[in-house]
Structures are given as structure tokens and as C-alpha cells.
């Protein structure tokens, strides 16, 4: 059976991670969520490439390619985008690729602004509330998600 191959997207601003709003986003780097996740998806057998973009257009890109490139599911923290792009939105729904919406913070108890995703109804599942742990309980999920798939 082909190697499954996961892609973890990150959006605005969490680059900034581990620098500034510890209370909202926690102390770990995005390089140490990264690093824990790939370390986890090479234990379970699964190949994982991790992208981040502060620009709306480059994440649409990186979802397009991800549709060429054969990747089974996207893991996609589209942090303040989550609120207001219908751009990945579109990409997500058109490359068909499974994916799950991740936050660090849960956002329905947060600003009601925050309430609203544009990508909760074409998501497999979101994860949300669990700082870094949100990234490791989406990737188990997606896993038995698309194993599932291929029993089927
Ligand atoms: O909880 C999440 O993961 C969010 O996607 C994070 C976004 C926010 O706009 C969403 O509503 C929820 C914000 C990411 C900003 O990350 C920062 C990290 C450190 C310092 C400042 C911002």
C-alpha cells in the first residue's frame, strides 16, 4: 500500500508562535509543533511536509499544488483566514483533498467574530482548544479517517 502523505498548513501570523500571546497560542515555536508532528507521522509510517504563509494567495497556491502533487489530506490552520477566506475555501473544495480545520484556541469561546469558520462544513472534522495538542489529535484522525477509506 502507497505511503500516505500528509500535508500541515499554517496561516498568518503563527510564525509568530512562542514569541507573544502565550496565554492564547502557548509557548512552543511553530518549528517545535512542526518538529513534534513530523516525528509523530514518522513513527506511524506517515510522510508529512509542513508549510506556513502569512499571504492568502501563496496558501491557495500551496493547496493547489498539494492537489497535483497526489497529497491525501491536509491538516489546515487558516488562523484569522478561518474567518473570511472564501479563496482556500474554493482551493480546498477544488483539489477534493480531505482535510482537517486545526486552532490552537478553541474560537467558539472566544470573539464572536471568531464563531464563524468558511471551512467547518467542507472539513472532515476540526480540532480546536488543545494548543499544540489540536495538530497530533487531527493527524490520528485523519490517519484512521483515510485508513478507513481504504479498507472500504
Ligand atoms: O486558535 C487558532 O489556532 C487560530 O487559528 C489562531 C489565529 C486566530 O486568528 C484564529 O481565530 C484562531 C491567530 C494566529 C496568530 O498567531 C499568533 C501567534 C503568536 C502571537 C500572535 C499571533
Known amino acids: 500500500m502507497k505511503q500516505l502523505h500528509i500535508l500541515v498548513l499554517n496561516g498568518p501570523n503563527l510564525n509568530l508562535l512562542g514569541t507573544r500571546e502565550p496565554g492564547h497560542y502557548g509557548a512552543e515555536t511553530l518549528a517545535d509543533i512542526n518538529q513534534k508532528l513530523i516525528s509523530l507521522a514518522d513513527n506511524l509510517g506517515v510522510e ?14 500551496h493547496i493547489q499544488k498539494a492537489g497535483e502533487d497526489g497529497i491525501d489530506a491536509i491538516l489546515i490552520n487558516p488562523a ?48 480546536a482548544g488543545f494548543g499544540p495538542s489540536s495538530y497530533t489529535m487531527a493527524l490520528h484522525g485523519i490517519i484512521a479517517h483515510l485508513q478507513h477509506k481504504q479498507g472500504e
Open 48 to 61: 508529512l511536509t509542513t508549510l506556513q504563509s502569512n499571504h492568502e494567495g501563496e496558501l491557495v497556491e
Open 80 to 127: 484569522a483566514y478561518t474567518h473570511t477566506s472564501v479563496a482556500i475555501r474554493d482551493a480546498l473544495l477544488a483539489t477534493c483533498i480531505p482535510f482537517v480545520e486545526v486552532h490552537l484556541s478553541n474560537i467558539h469561546k472566544r470573539e464572536e467574530f471568531r464563531h464563524r469558520s468558511l471551512l467547518v462544513d467542507a472539513a472532515v472534522g476540526t480540532v
